[in-house]
Structures are given as C-alpha cells and as structure tokens.
C-alpha cells in the first residue's frame, strides 16, 4: 500500500549565542501590504525567528524552486516592538539551497527584520526559572493535550499537542518524547505534521500486534483529529498512520480521512482492543457526548452506540476520551472507568477531567452512577487525561496536562509552555457503597527518590517551622507526613519561601476536606482565574497521609496514596524552602515526615 511520510521541520532550541546580526546571507524585501520575502543563502547553523507574544500572528512558509518545501503555512507571531526570544529553525532541509520565506501579516517596521539573523550554537536544555526537573516539558514551544501514548519494547511513548512555532497555541502538530522510567524524558523531536487535511490534534496509537490492519505485525498505528479552520467553519475528521520503526516516523494512510461527521466538534480518538469480541473500539468527542464505533482492521468503523446525555457534568465541551478496565482494590472484581475531560466546567473553573464507573460489552458504555459527578482530580491544572496503551505488568498509567485553558498561554514562562503531571497507577477502590477511581503515583516516583532527611515526628502545640532544605534547594522535592489532628477542627500548614510566597494548605476535619490557596504563591496576576483556593473531600480517618510532589512551578497532593487528588501550577520568586504548621489552640501531630529530593 502506498502512503506518503510526514515531512517535518526539525527545529533546534537556541540560546541566542553567536548571532551574526544584519547578515549578508538574509535579505529583507518588503513588498507592501504587510507582504515580505526573506532572502535566505543558507550557511551552517541555525535560523533564528525573533518572537514576541503579544504580537499578531503573521503567516510563513519556506519556499524553494516555487513550492511549499514544508507543504503548509505556519503562524508566527514574529517580534513587532520587542523580542521575547528567539525561535530556532534548523534550515537543513533546503539542502544548503537559497530559500525564500515568505512571510505575511508582519508590518515592515517591525523590530524582527533588524533582528532576524543566524546562529552556530544553540542550547537544547532551554531551563528557564520556573521549568520542572522532574516533570516531563517540551523542549521548546508549546504543548497541551499528552496524546498517542504507548509502551513497546521497554520504551515509553508519550506524543502530545505540540505548536513548535512558538509558545502559545497553534500550528499543533505531534511532539514526541521517550522514557524508560516516566520521569527522565528524550525529546525526539515532531513526529505528526499538518498537511492538506489540517493540522494534528488529539488522538492515540496502539501497538497492532496481530496485524489486523495490514501495516505489519507490530506496527504502531496512530489516530488523530485532522482539523482545518477556515472562515466558512471549522472542519474534524479523524485520520490514521503508521509507523514501523516503533514510533520514530510515520506514514500517513493513503485514504485519510477515515470518519468524516456533519458535528463542529468531532475529535480526540481513543482506540484500544476489545478482546471479548475481537474488534478494535474507538471512543469519540462529540459536543457533549461520547460516540462509539468498532472495527475488525482499524481502517473500517461502524457506530455502535452513544453516551453522555443526563450524565455527569456538562458546563462544556466533551473532550480527550479514555475508556479502561480496571481491578476494585482489594478484590477479583473489575470494572469499566469512561474518563471525559471538560471544558469548561471544572469544579472550580476552567478545564478538569471527570470519570464514569460502569460496564462496557464492546459496543455500549453504562454508567453505574448516573446521579453522581466524580472528578478525577481536584485541581485547578489537571486535564487532557489519558493512559499508556500497551502498558506492562497489566498495569494502568495515565498521564494528565498540568494547566487550564483560563490562563495556559499567559503563564510566566517563555521559551516553552506547559508540563505533564507525573505518571499515576490507576486502580478501583470501595468506599461507603460506592466505587471511585485511585491515581497514585506511579511506582518509579519511588526510585526517583535521591536523598531523604526524616522528621520523625512533630507535637505542634505552637506555631512550628521546619526547613525543608537542602533537599528543597532546587525546588524539586517529594514530602509525605501523617496528620494526626487530635482535637483540633482544622490543621493549616503553608509552604513557604524567604520572599513571602506561600501556599496554605487546610485539613478541615469537622468537614472531611483538604484545601489549598494560591493566592498568594508567587506570581499570580498574569490572569484573573489564576488566584484561587480549591478543595477536595478526603473521607473520614484519624489520620490524614499526604504525599506532596513539589517541582518548581507545581504541587500534587496525594491523600492516602491517591484516593483524593490536586494538582495546582505555582509560580514562586524563589523555591518553597520551609514548612510551617499552625496552631489553633489544640494540639496535634505529625507523624514520620520524610523529605525527599528527587534526581
């Protein structure tokens, strides 16, 4: 079968070291009506596009011999009164040709004719004050929804949402990332383009093990949303590709699209192996539904049913669908999670992820619970949550975006936005009568440990500060503590910086909740929604045991191991550094308050 390979622009991250400034090699024609072509005789090194948030965004492509070299047009927002930083572009692939880039919408007063120009080095590291040791980031750019992922051969395969032109949404294409323990990652770089059908948003891959597509035997194959926005309305189709070289590049199906729909909004497929009936199952956004189709060869799909009317929560659009079978803790039974992330619609504003529990029989999905809403995670940053197809040892692994639309391309950060939250083990568990989904942290976080320093225990009868140093130093850190409350209502505690940024965290035990406020944690006025105070319930226990994953620019809390969870995005002046319990006028404990810093 002939197919066609997604040609991609491999784009090195630059520091902006060794720019040759007005270079001889690039030629600024303005041409009038914000049209420019830029002359460029290739030299070794690096491009580089200086960009500016805040500008508009004007249209490029890189022409050669008359034609498109990329095959479609990309929107940067090149620098018109300042330049935030620069965007690298590896010019490799004009073969050392001259090449013109023709770029529109960009005034020719503009700062970016002065200041484009080359570069010899470049620094693919990119840290920046706030970016994550431990969480997985984009090299550069943009990144949302994680997307595609799967597990082959001791790899780990995590493809997201990806604008490599810059670091607000747009141009999404599939960046791609390796791991072989989910906490240390390898950028490797685009992996889907856009093409003549449109740009690449959400889907999944699996490994086709049986070669029921015809592919190969083990090929991996990937479904996505090709999605064209034009001023007649947007237009989703689901298209399909495949790669054998286990996810390194892959082939575009000759036949794409393979589902088309009337529906605005028709995306985000999630495939897996229904084993029972032999059949490939495919779950769908819709609106605000889920539609399911199956498949005996992953080419050809049928609809077998629809869900979500008079079901859970519907402030929003239905998005990024996941549906999985999973063991109830403690038993031999099992049963189906329909994970469907919302926006908006969160429980405190802007985008989260909320889950059905029920049976699935290949074709129909049913809720156990249709009068309850459930969230997966209390946060204000948790959403776009999907798992690892093809996960070993029968384990379940998801993986969620850390931000909210409400504020995600606003973010203090520049050369990139967004982090994944770390991977989480998902398994089922009981509690008074009623079945609710646990994500903890997954296994490795153990291993990733590096150094611990243990409190053994703590009477707070006064005002208490420990220093979490020199474990917090970098502002990468894992604290798990025991609250035993004894007579106190409400155990506050904060963490804390040397510049007056702090978290305060809130264990009502008359209410059975745990809160945290932001509101004061740092930088916070970027956005409106940003300062916020959210909660979640905890249940009833005579201790409360709290994992709290600290790495920069974010917090998750873990109670009792993942049975109630938040994950909230911070951005601090300096590392939280210290820990302070408060007292309301009885005394409580802490109890086995271990630091760890993590490698």
């Not at 034609?67 to 620098?79: E, I, P, S």
């Not at 479904?223 to 007649?232: D, I, R």
């Amino acid at each position: 079968m002939l197919g066609f390979r997604t040609i991609t622009l491999s784009l090195l991250l630059s520091s902006a070291i060794g720019m040759y400034a007005g270079s001889k090699d690039i030629i600024v024609d303005n041409l009038g009506n914000e049209h420019n072509f830029v002359h460029i005789n290739p030299v070794s090194g690096i491009l580089l596009l200086p960009i500016e948030d805040a500008a508009p965004e004007g249209d490029v492509s890189f022409v050669q011999g008359n034609k498109n070299v990329l095959g479609h047009t990309f929107k940067v927002r090149l620098a018109r009164q300042k330049v935030d930083y620069y965007l690298p572009v590896d010019l490799s692939f004009c073969d050392s040709e001259p090449i013109k880039m023709f770029v529109n919408g960009v005034p020719p007063s503009s700062v970016c004719w002065k200041e484009i120009s080359f570069s010899d080095k470049f620094d693919k590291e990119n840290i920046e004050k706030f970016r994550p040791v431990y969480h997985h980031t984009p090299a550069y750019g943009w990144m949302n929804d994680p997307n595609g992922m799967f597990y082959k051969d001791g790899v780990y395969h995590l493809y997201f949402q990806y604008n490599p032109y810059g670091s607000m949404w747009g141009n999404m294409h599939w960046g791609h990332s390796t791991s072989t323990d989910l906490i240390n990652w390898k950028n490797e770089g685009v992996a889907i383009a856009p093409d003549a059908i449109g740009t690449i948003f959400s889907g999944s891959c699996v490994v086709d093990h049986n070669n029921t597509s015809g592919f190969g035997k083990g090929a991996v194959v990937a479904f996505y949303t090709s999605a064209k926005q034009t001023p007649w309305g947007d237009c989703q189709t689901q298209s399909m590709a495949y790669s054998l070289d286990n996810g390194k590049t892959f082939i575009k199906y000759e036949d794409n699209p393979i589902l088309t729909s009337s529906e605005k909004d028709f995306r985000d497929p999630k495939v897996f192996w229904y084993a029972p009936k032999e059949h490939w199952v495919m779950m769908l956004a819709v609106g605000q539904h889920m539609e399911i189709y199956s498949s005996k060869n992953l080419k050809d799909w049928k609809k077998e049913s629809n869900f979500g009317e008079g079901q859970g929560c519907h402030g929003g659009v239905w998005e990024c669908p996941d549906l999985i079978e999973l063991p109830i803790e403690g038993t031999k039974d099992k049963k189906w999670v329909l994970i469907c992330n919302i926006n908006p619609g969160g429980p405190f504003g802007g985008s989260a992820t909320q889950y059905f529990v029920g049976d699935f029989d290949g074709t129909t999905f049913t809720n156990n619970y249709p009068e309850e809403t459930k969230w997966m995670d209390y946060g204000k940053d948790h959403y776009a949550t999907v798992t690892w197809n093809n996960a070993p040892d029968g384990r379940c692994i998801s993986i969620g975006w850390m931000s909210n639309w409400q504020y995600a391309n606003n973010v203090p950060t520049k050369q990139y936005r967004s982090a994944n939250t770390i991977a989480r083990d998902l398994i089922l568990f009981k509690q008074d009568g009623n079945i609710f989904l646990k994500s903890e942290p997954c296994k490795e976080m153990i291993a990733a440990r590096k150094g611990g320093r243990l409190v053994k225990s703590i009477n707070v009868a006064k005002t208490e500060t420990i220093s979490l140093s020199p474990q917090s130093d970098n502002g990468a850190y894992e604290m798990e503590l025991s609250i035993n409350p004894g007579k106190s209502k409400k155990v506050s505690f904060a963490l804390l910086n040397g510049c007056g940024d702090k978290v305060q965290m809130i264990y009502d035990v008359v209410k059975n909740t745990f809160a945290m406020d932001r509101n004061n944690s740092g930088e916070i006025y970027f956005s409106k929604d940003f300062p916020a105070v959210t909660e979640m319930p905890v249940g009833k226990s005579k201790e409360l045991k709290l994992r709290l994953f600290v790495d920069k620019s974010s917090i998750e809390a873990f109670v009792d191991n993942g049975k109630f969870v938040m994950t909230n995005c911070v951005f601090p002046s300096e590392p939280y550094n210290m820990i302070v319990f408060e007292n309301d006028g009885n005394r409580y404990k802490i109890n086995n308050m271990n630091i760890y810093k993590i490698k």
